[in-house]
């Protein structure tokens, strides 16, 4: 459906219409296209944010408005082009559909949910081309086929040659085969599975509920249980282990005696440990206490090897924006942890070699996972709860988008979440290994450590900043449309 979800909208953009017009046309767009992806959100803010059910709806709608203007932006100025140029200018939409996909990655903060690259991830031969371009380079060519299709439509309404009907069809039909044949041959040969340091890791899903997770009663349980959980990992070969986001039932750098089953169970195993706890750092006198999201890895030795902060906060899960303006939204203004965001894109020693994580939706950044790899990591880890979604499409979503990162970079990608999804990506999007969610679960499967370096982590999101560049361009060239 992706490939064609814009063909509708940009046909009837075509037409003789106002400006107002193609506006409320591209947010109808945009609140089917967020509706039916961001609903869950819904009962996240209702059962975790302690509010009553008619206002979760109410904030989820804003959001979902506030997503869809991004689309109404987008009709507008291919309205405004398309009005000057006539119907070939239809073929520069995806260059103005990139663009506000970035906007929507950066403005207030940015949440890059569900961008429309992310269709194709399980599609190998075509997610591919993110290797070159990264997930915008994905939109980009999924767009260019809606604009195909409509461009022909229009332009066989205005009776042109057929030459000028066919001709962006053929170009784009063209270039979405040879992508495809590289593509196929690109993940068939797959060099990088075989090249690089091979490790077992284990990944540890304890899927415990969101209200046990907060219950002092069942903190010691919850805890025995990974602990439980790693052993059985390592019997099973695990030379390295995962736990999801916030594992622990306590603060690790607090609670030693905890602390000290952790590094007493990495030192006699000889494993490093990954796993995900709250972190107060205390001030000088008078200074305040600063709250932190991280990431711990204890060591092979049972100390400390290092610690990641998490950089980009969720806003409303750990910090409210403008809180003193959200009054009507009190219940989930206290709800919410007030945790600072993380300065460093700090890495972490696995033996000889060193390696990312990323904490929950942060790995839908592209830019920030790409900050990593450019710091020499040589593999990639993500960590998340997800017991926030409950059973809906939202876990589904969050996995895939992370297995975006994997081909992006050329590395393998290794996933600990507490209610699922966990799972190993290879290099090339592959899924190696994956849990259904909701379910407990010790997984080992073999990923490698790999320095090789894919075009897009050279050059990022180079694309995506020259199509805001055209889009400006074509922009001045339309200014005197009335």
Known sequence: MAWIALTPLLIALTGLMTMRRAFTLGLVTGVVYFTGTLYWITGVMARYGDMAWWVAVLINAALILYQALYVALFAVVVR??????????????????????????????????????????????????????????????????????ASHVASHRLHLGRGRQLAPLAVVFAMVIAVAAWGSRRAAIAEWTRTGEPIRVGLIQGNIDQNEKIDPARAAAIFQDYLRLTRQAIREGAGFVIWPESSTPFRFEDDLRSAAQIRTLAQQARVPILFGS??????????????????????????????????????????????????????????????????????????????????????????????????????????????????TSAPYQHFEQASMRAIEEGRYLVRSANTGISGIVDPYGRVIERTRIYERAAVVGEARFLKTVTVYARIGDLLAYASVLATAALLTFARRVK
Not at 111 to 128: C, K, N, R
Not at 287 to 295: G, I, K, Q
Request: proline share 7%; with cysteine; glycine share 10%.
């Open 80 to 149: 405004r082009i398309v009005f000057k140029h006539g119907p070939a200018a239809l073929m520069a939409a995806p260059l103005v559909w990139v663009t506000t996909e970035l906007g929507r990655t950066y403005v207030l903060s940015g949440f890059p949910w569900v961008l429309l690259g992310y269709s194709q991830t399980s599609v190998l031969p075509i997610a591919q081309f993110a290797s070159l371009f990264g997930v915008y380079g994905v939109s980009m060519l999924v767009a260019s086929v809606s604009a195909a299709l």
């Open 278 to 391: 709250d972190q107060f750092v205390r001030g000088a006198s008078g200074a305040p206490t600063t709250f932190y999201n991280s990431a711990f890895l204890v060591g092979p030795d049972g100390t400390t090897g290092g610690v990641y902060r998490k950089m980009h906060l969720v806003p409303f899960g750990e910090y409210v924006p403008a809180k003193n303006l959200l009054f009507f939204a009190a219940p989930l203004v206290q709800a919410v942890s007030d945790f600072s965001a993380g300065e460093e894109a700090a890495l972490l020693p696995v033996g000889d070699h060193l390696i990312s994580t990323a904490i929950c939706y942060e790995v839908v950044y592209p830019d920030l996972v790409r900050r990593f790899v450019a710091g020499g990591s040589e593999m990639l880890t993500t960590i998340t709860n997800d017991a926030w979604f409950g059973p």
